[in-house]
C-alpha cells in the first residue's frame, strides 16, 4: 500500500529484456539505509519488488503482464521514474490509498495555465470514467492527485509548481502516456451499486 506522495525521482540504469520479462535498474541519488531486498516500491505507480540492491541502484523484475497494462514497457536509459516505498503503519496518510495495481494507461492532452494555475487535462479509457468523480482522488504515474473536472472521455486536475519539481510530471508534454490508477474506495462503490442494481 501507498500514499501517491513521491519521496524521490529515480533514474533508469539499466533496461534489460528477456524471455517477455524486463530486469529493470533504477538509480537512487540516496538509498535508504534500512532499505532490504523484497521490499515493495511503487515505481511510476506500479508495484514492484525489489530484488537486488548495487550500491546507489534497485533492481526490479517486471513481468510480462505488467509490461502489457503500463507505461514500463517504454523503459529506456535515463528516463526519470517516481519512486515511493510501501507505507508504515506508523506513517502519516498525506495522500490517498494507493495499490500500485495499474488500472490502465492513460494519456496527457491538454496543458493549460489559467492565471496562475497550470490546468491538465488527461485521456483515460471509458471503462475507468465510472469510478472517476470531481473532489475526488486519482494516481497519476503514481502521484496523488484531486480531480478538479470530468470531461467526456477524461478528467482534469490542477498540477501545482513543488508537484512538477518533485515529480516526472514537469518532463511531460501533451501526447505522453501515463499509468493510471483510480481510487480503490472509487471500485468498491462501483461494485457494491452494480450488485444492488442486479438484485
Known sequence: MFTGLIQA???VVSAQRSAGQLRLGIGIEVLPPDLKIGESFAVDGVCLTAVD???HIVEFDVVGETLKKTTLRQARQEGRVNLERALRADERLGGHFVTGHVDAIGRVE????E???????????????P????KGSIAVDGISLTVVGVVADGFTVTII???LNATTLGDKTPGDLVNLE????????RRAAAALAGK
Not at 110 to 113: A, G, L, N, S, V
Not at 182 to 189: C, M, N, P, S
Open 53 to 55: 540492491l548495487k550500491d
Open 115 to 129: 492565471g496562475g494555475d497550470l490546468l491538465w487535462t488527461f485521456h483515460a479509457p471509458a471503462e475507468l470514467m
Open 110 to 113: 491538454k496543458i493549460e495555465r
Open 9 to 11: 525521482v529515480g533514474f
Open 161 to 163: 509548481p513543488h508537484t
Open 182 to 189: 483510480t481510487d480503490v474506495l472509487a471500485k468498491y462503490v
Open 131 to 134: 469510478e472517476i468523480a470531481p
